[in-house]
């Protein structure tokens, strides 16, 4: 559908080259969130150590005894999820634990499968037999529940290792989206019951979205301190509809702000909070709870006790066992931002008023790493970039007649030939840096030196004399391909030009004309807003459809 073509088909193929393309991307989404304030990040996987901010994920980014935070995006599967609701529900309905439902399960359809009790379905033991694809096909004759093998196999081991981890006594924090889609879809509303099922229902679990919610469902949520994410943007743009805020917040669930992701969200947590804000504004029941501090906390102290990284604690000599994140505290992490004083309630400066170029300085871990040239200099710093006078327009300067397009073999040799050819025309591009934004001084970028500790950057760069700890040269890399090798432009059987990627976004929203308009257009004046035109053409398109085809199915899969 368009969303597949407006998504996947401008990612893939051209980010599966190499490292240095992955690289490439995940490093750019990390400067995007910093340059608008974002000191921890969570999502990107790969080739970010030392270079830029945070990974929430990342057990290096705290001073703490604990595990890593766990984010896997999701935990429910709605097609493999009907196993349990079908096969396993009346049995925990009447009482039995999710381990005893799916160990009588196995046993009743693999009488020849040994060794598989309630005792041992999350164990090494086993889980070994049950991760055994061949083993469950050749030991479980047909009839078989729907989804069966597949859950057994393939779910069911994640949602053991979760439990394991989450019921840790060093554990962190698991991050998972859930119950994404509009309130009164049938199955939306059903995910949270099927965690409850399973057993994850439990402290320091956080959910992202959280819209199919029901009211009475949350405040089990707060007694069992698991928290929600709220991505106003994201949802607001799919679905027209987000989290009952209200609903949440008068149950007393810990609820913190985030972006979902860049695709349907904003570049980070403080453009999302301008949102937030707008969308408070607009229901007076909302602005009489939802203050600019209470926006402030959920990007800052929330976050924090809801990740398990709150906490400031010393050991006998007064020496850190536990840096909280979030606070500007003694023993806390060094992990700030210096913004310009507009408003003199300082939550309101931040919430509503502070844009890119109000932070002035972005410090992680007590290391300076992007701010004003003046404050980076204060702090002795010479070797740095102006990402201030970042590409605009930069598709002016790829001609796609002139590209080579994604090698047909698709190998891992002619796919790294194939980006390091890329690689050198980006390198000799030069495309112009005049932008709108308005700078009182020049923003910086001090250097990152992780090329040479990276073999396959370290190779790229002496192929194409592209230097990925370079912001200008990420960018380059990343335009060029965005414009020239996506699906949409390339794959003849399933690309569509018309979803094609015609321009690439600027870093900064200030040089984007067209993301500013529609955050700023999202929500705003009664009845004339992208979100209040987006709720007829839904409300009228769902009476006509009955629901829509993929919601009505999976409603009547889970009644």
Not at 276 to 283: L, M
Not at 287 to 301: H, L, P, Q
Not at 358 to 382: H, M, R, T, W
Request: aromatic share 8%; proline share 6%; charged share 20%.
């Amino acid at each position: 559908g368009d969303y597949t073509k407006s998504v996947s088909q401008n990612m893939n193929p051209w980010i599966q080259f190499g490292k240095p393309i992955e690289c490439a991307a995940f490093r750019w989404s990390e400067l995007q969130a910093m340059v608008i304030g974002t000191t921890y990040l969570q999502g990107p996987s790969g080739c970010v150590e030392n270079f830029g901010i945070q990974r929430v994920e990342d057990g290096a980014s705290y001073i703490s005894q604990k595990d890593s935070v766990q984010a896997p995006t999701d935990l429910i599967y709605p097609n493999e999820m009907q196993f349990v609701w079908k096969e396993l529900r009346p049995a925990i309905a009447a009482g039995k634990s999710y381990e005893q439902a799916l160990a009588d399960s196995v046993n009743k359809h693999c009488p020849g499968l040994p060794g598989i009790a309630a005792n041992t379905v999350n164990e090494m033991s086993g889980l070994k037999i049950l991760k055994d694809q061949a083993l469950l096909k050749k030991s479980c004759p047909e009839p078989l529940p729907e989804k069966f093998v597949r859950y057994v196999y393939w779910i069911h081991p994640t949602i053991a290792g979760k439990k394991k981890y989450i019921m840790s006594p060093t554990r962190s924090a698991v991050i998972a989206h859930l119950a994404e889609g509009r309130r009164q879809d049938p199955y939306n509303m059903r995910e949270i019951e099927l965690i409850r099922m399973l057993g994850l229902d439990q402290p320091k679990m956080n959910f992202v979205h959280g819209v199919g919610i029901a009211p009475g469902q949350l405040q089990n949520l707060a007694k069992k301190d698991i928290g929600l994410i709220w991505s106003p943007f994201s949802n607001l743009l799919l679905y027209g509809e987000t989290l009952d805020i209200l609903s949440a917040h008068n149950a007393g669930v810990t609820m913190s702000l985030g972006s979902d992701w860049l695709p349907t969200g904003s570049k980070g947590t403080l453009e999302e909070a301008k949102l937030a804000a707008q969308y408070v504004d607009k229901n007076p029941q909302l602005k009489a709870v939802f203050n600019d501090e209470y926006i402030y906390k959920m990007m800052t102290e929330n976050p924090a006790k809801m990740i398990n990284h709150w906490d400031i604690k010393m050991d006998s000599t007064g020496k850190p066992i536990e840096a909280g994140v979030g606070q500007i505290a003694k023993g806390a992490m060094g992990t700030v931002i210096v913004a310009t004083l507009q408003n003199g309630n300082p939550y309101t400066n931040l919430v509503r008023q502070t844009l890119e170029e109000n932070i002035n300085l972005v410090v992680i871990d007590g290391n300076v790493i992007y701010g004003n040239e003046d404050y980076v200099k204060q702090a002795g710093i010479s070797n740095y970039e102006y990402m201030s006078k970042e590409y605009v327009g930069i598709e002016s300067s790829v001609n796609r007649g002139s590209i080579p397009v994604p090698p047909e073999d698709g190998t891992k040799e002619s796919s790294a030939q194939h980006l390091k050819q890329l690689g050198a025309m980006a390198a000799s591009m030069n495309p112009s840096t005049n932008g709108t934004c308005q700078f009182a001084t020049e923003k910086v970028l001090v250097h990152a030196t992780t090329v040479n500790a990276i073999p396959e950057l370290a190779t790229f760069e002496r192929g194409s004399r592209i230097n990925l700890d370079r912001f200008s040269d990420i960018e380059k890399l990343l335009a060029l391909n965005a414009l020239s090798q996506s699906k949409n432009w390339t794959d003849k059987k399933v690309g569509d030009p018309k979803f094609a990627l015609t321009y690439f976004p600027p870093m900064y929203s200030c040089n984007d004309a067209r993301h500013t308009g529609r955050i700023r257009g999202m929500v705003k004046g009664q009845g004339s807003d992208e979100w209040s035109a987006n709720v007829a053409g839904r409300t009228a398109l769902r009476a006509q459809q009955k629901l829509g085809k993929g919601p009505q199915g999976l409603g009547a899969a889970y009644k």
